[in-house]
């Protein structure tokens, strides 16, 4: 039983647009959530966290938790090409991970 | 800023080998983890350790062991290599249920 599902991607968005990246979660106590970004041959690294329902703003990012819904978004605005690379959803304890969406911005 | 080194970023070994694979961290953490990554399967926990000395298995741990024995340095050990083992190695470690920070990873290829 797969604990985190991410939408499976890959996914493009044209240079300057919104990319929205989604995770469910299966176990309703959760409590911490986070988005790494991980670009290819390299390792993960965070850029968000969010740890209460509503949205947790940094920059050009945005997560979102819904934990009735068990559901948790990131909103990457204005993207940039330098956005381009595979998101990994993770959810708390031992950090269960997502298999990432692989996430390409077209100039 | 918190630093996470493994001791190879490359590694070639021989079916039946035994691997180790040395992870070290300067923050002193309580947590550290192992992950293997593969292509379209994610990260996926092998081991972790809450302290020294401490473990337990991820969802994957067939194959391999740990140990702990100093807080800043957790291993893991291929007790014979197979080829099913290739794959790209990551540790990790945390302080309490925050972010973990990655180290950069070592990829393994077993002939």
């Known amino acids: 039983q797969k604990e985190v599902e991410q939408n499976s991607g890959p996914l493009s968005v044209p240079e300057g647009a919104i990319a929205s990246l989604n995770c469910t979660y299966s176990?309703?106590?959760?409590?911490?959530f986070f988005w790494y970004r991980q670009y290819s041959g390299k390792s993960p690294e965070l850029i968000m966290s969010?740890?209460?329902?509503g949205d947790q703003e940094d920059g050009r990012f945005t997560a979102q938790l819904n934990k009735a819904s068990q559901y948790v978004s990131l909103l990457i605005r204005d993207s940039q090409p330098s956005d381009s690379a595979t998101y990994l959803c993770?959810?708390?304890?031992?950090?269960?991970f997502g298999t990432g969406t692989r996430l390409t911005i077209i100039p | 800023d918190v630093k996470v080194t493994q001791s190879s970023r490359y590694l070639v070994k021989r079916t039946g080998e035994k691997v180790f694979l040395e992870c070290v961290q300067d923050?002193?953490?309580?947590?550290m983890f192992w992950y293997r990554q593969d292509p379209g399967l994610g990260l996926r926990l092998i081991y972790f350790?809450?302290?020294?000395?401490?473990?337990e298995k991820g969802d994957i741990p067939e194959g391999y062991s740990v140990s702990r024995e100093k807080k800043e340095r957790f291993s893991l050990i291929l007790e014979s290599a197979s080829t099913n083992q290739t794959s790209m190695y990551l540790c990790?470690?945390?302080?309490?249920?925050?972010?973990?920070?990655f180290g950069p990873g070592t990829r393994l290829l077993v002939l």
């Open positions: 990790a470690s945390s302080q309490g249920n925050v972010r973990q920070y």
């Open positions: 176990d309703r106590g959760s409590q911490s």
């Open positions: 969010i740890y209460s329902n």
């Open positions: 993770a959810v708390d304890g031992k950090l269960t």
């Open positions: 923050m002193d953490h309580e947590n």
């Open positions: 350790s809450y302290d020294v000395k401490m473990k």
